[in-house]
């Protein structure tokens, strides 16, 4: 199959990052243009309680601005690794939702057909406590999806 749009899939941790090199290099070599997302996941109602309780003004416009900040660093470092690399790209910020979710409905809109994202590879209670991302996306995406680990 001849890929003609890549979505990559970050969340700025190490791993991330080189999943998001990978996928650029194929992007490169495939003369495809490649859509980069980040997802800031939800904020729970314990958390915004919690917040409200320590007298925080507004703690669900605090929780917004400091994901749109950790989003916005995560997408510039794509923007530096993109343009270095030479591939048009569009990045994209999906704001509190599920990451498997985000990362998959983002896929659909922009037509991307192919997802290039990491796994930990985590195993046994780590993966049961932690959940997987990627196992999501493999198990819900009709997009096939490369897993860097």
Not at 19 to 36: D, F, S, W, Y
Request: proline fraction near 4%; glycine fraction near 6%; charged fraction near 20%.
């Amino acid at each position: 199959m001849i890929y003609k749009k890549i979505l990559i899939a970050t969340d700025g941790s190490e791993l991330a990052n080189r999943a998001v090199a990978h996928g650029l290099k194929l992007a490169k070599e495939l003369k495809v243009p490649v859509v980069v997302v980040t997802v800031t996941p939800m904020w729970s109602a314990l958390e915004i309680a919690h917040e409200a309780r320590l007298t925080k003004a507004n703690p669900i416009e605090s929780y917004q601005g400091s994901a749109a900040a950790w989003a916005q660093r995560i997408l510039n470092e794509a923007d530096e690794q993109a343009k270095a690399v030479g591939v048009n790209f569009e990045l994209v910020h999906v704001p509190e939702s599920a990451p498997a979710e985000g990362i998959i409905a983002t896929a659909e809109k922009q037509g991307c057909d192919l997802i290039v994202m990491a796994s930990h590879g985590r195993r046994g209670l780590g993966r049961l406590v932690l959940g997987s991302q990627a196992n999501e996306v493999l198990a819900y995406s009709k997009v096939p999806t490369l897993i860097v680990r």
